[in-house]
């Protein structure tokens, strides 16, 4: 595979936007039914945020959320939130 597909480092068409954004809104329905919903360590990871990045995320999720307050840091977010809101960021209602 390419070193920048690696990376995460690809485009989407207008269209597989819209596609992303529906399916991280219907896991984030199944996921809210979890007992759960902390973001896990390896999730966290996986984006590899730094300690900047996260706090600007979390900024970003208030601002959109509507909440000054919640959460107070990354660890804190909810798994079917951060869907939610990385689907809005691509376009899904």
Not at 26 to 52: K, V
């Amino acid at each position: 595979m390419e070193e920048s597909r690696k990376a995460g480092a690809v485009s989407l068409t207008p269209k597989e936007s819209k596609l992303a954004a529906h399916l991280l809104k219907m896991a984030s329905d199944s996921y809210s039914n979890h007992g759960c919903n902390d973001l896990g360590q390896e999730t966290i990871d996986a984006g590899g945020f730094t300690e900047e990045e996260k706090v600007q995320f979390v900024k970003e999720y208030r601002e959109w959320n509507g909440d000054p307050d919640w959460p107070n840091k990354f660890e804190s977010m909810m798994d079917y939130a951060v869907m939610n809101f990385i689907a809005a960021k691509l376009g899904e209602p």
